[in-house]
């Protein structure tokens, strides 16, 4: 993943081909809002303006087609979703550059290709992973076992930064368990959403999966709708407690991913010569705007400056540009409002008398949003760069000496999404169990794997997704005992 090219020069600018899938999306500009290119500010299409009348609509006709979709059992469910796992396959090219212009992650690297293959393989995944009924008790004239039936209706509401594939984290289980969903994306990422949902749609029964794309209010009458069985939500943890209290009068199940300060925790001994990739993309991967991405790192003072000089080589020498260019790696914020929180973060560690040591400032030549992949050193808990989940291309390094320290700091948040450690492996594992997080690295950071469950505790939420669990997490738990 890594270049010699400079990161504040633009690769040249090139015609985008032609889209029929945005075609098929986009509505006419009367009738819907402008969605603009993360990189240059220019309109690339028109979402739709849904109400919350829509949304009652949408509820009420997939509430009609799940008992028909549950019907089918899950041998025939899971036909149909590898059909609109080909179906992503054949237009992910497509998707991938709806994805690079409205989000702005570039195309290669851990991109825009990236995020459109995943979304096939999560479809596949939830389509092929069995959930047997699970024996309970047996003895004589008496046998209990539990199995898991379709809840009826869920909510998937989505985030800007990963809109199709975490889209899909959500989707693809609760269709193959037998709900309908009723999607809700990002009003700055709506495009990527309804892209993904048009091309399953094509081989799923009428109402069983549908997308409205509207305002704050829309998103608030979900969390409390009264025919909706489930909510599923990624997004900051602020949001996170307002679901949480708008669905207490209809119960509405809940899986909550939130926000994560995740902390890297690099030991003595460590080589950075070693680790120096895999902790660049740990922290970097989509421009830093991914909760799982690693956002401080503890690093012992006796491996510090190496570990410094490493990770500035690789913030150097990464191109960063518009996400449709083939060279670059790194791409914009997606919103002004996180170009706006980067900024603030990095002012203020500055006036705490931090040390840029490289970045630190904006790249107006590569366009409006674009923020030099920046790293910060002399940097301690209680600057706002480490106590705030920065979402961009920012790390703040914090020198230790202590480990016993070094993981107390790392625990002091309130989040705990992930974690890791950098080093010695049968050490690290032994620092790995105190951690508190819900997924702990070792000598990698936010890797996921569609077999093996995430999610999040303290106020990154809770409940799991991926693979029997995250199946489990979209059905209702039924015990038949005969």
Known sequence: MTTTESPTTAA?????????????????????RAIQDASSGETIGYAPVHTVADLDAAVGAARAAQTGWAALGHEERSRI??????????????????????????????????????????????????????LLFEAEGTRSE?????LGVVA??????????????????????????????????????????????????????????????????????????????TGSTETGREIVRNSADNLARLTLELGGND???????????????????????????????????????????DVVAALVSLAESVPMGPGADEENLLGPLTTPQQFDIVSRLVDDARQRGATVVT????????????????????????????????????IPVIRYTDLDDAVARANASDQGLGASVWGDPAEARRVADRLEAGTVWINQHGTLNPMVPFGGVKASGYGLEFGAHGLKSVAAPKVITV
């Not at 091309?199 to 997308?211: A, C, I, K, S």
Request: hydrophobic residues 45%.
């Open 156 to 233: 998937a509401i989505g985030p800007w930064n990963w809109p199709a594939l975490i889209g899909i984290w959500q989707i693809a289980p609760s269709l193959r368990m037998g709900n309908a969903v009723v999607v809700k994306p990002s009003s700055s990422t709506p495009l990527s959403v309804l892209a993904v949902v048009e091309l399953m749609n094509r081989h799923l029964p009428d109402d069983v999966l549908t997308v409205v794309s509207g305002n704050r209010e829309v998103g608030a009458r979900i969390a409390g709708h009264p025919r909706i069985d489930k909510v599923m939500f």
């Open 263 to 305: 902390p890297g925790i690099v030991l003595p001994g460590a080589k950075a010569s070693e680790i120096a990739e895999a902790l660049f993309w740990g922290i970097f991967i989509n421009t830093g705007q991914t909760c799982a991405a690693l956002k401080r790192l503890y690093v012992h003072e006796s491996v510090h400056d």
């Open 146 to 150: 539990l199995h898991y039936v379709p």
């Open 359 to 394: 970045g630190g400032e904006a790249a107006p030549e590569l366009g409006p949003r674009f923020y030099r992949t920046t790293i910060v050193t002399d940097i301690s808990d209680g600057a706002d760069l480490v106590e705030e989940e920065q979402f961009g291309p920012v």
């Open 81 to 134: 979703l590898h059909l609109a796992a080909d179906e992503i396959d054949a237009h992910a090219e497509e998707l991938a550059r709806i994805i690079a212009s409205e989000q702005g992650k570039p195309l290669n690297g851990a991109g825009a290709r990236f995020e459109a293959a995943g979304c096939a393989v999560w479809v596949r995944n939830a389509a092929d992973t069995v959930i047997e009924p699970e």
């Open 12 to 32: 040249p600018t090139t015609t985008p081909p032609s889209n029929p899938l945005i075609d098929a999306i986009t509505v006419d500009p009367e009738q819907g």
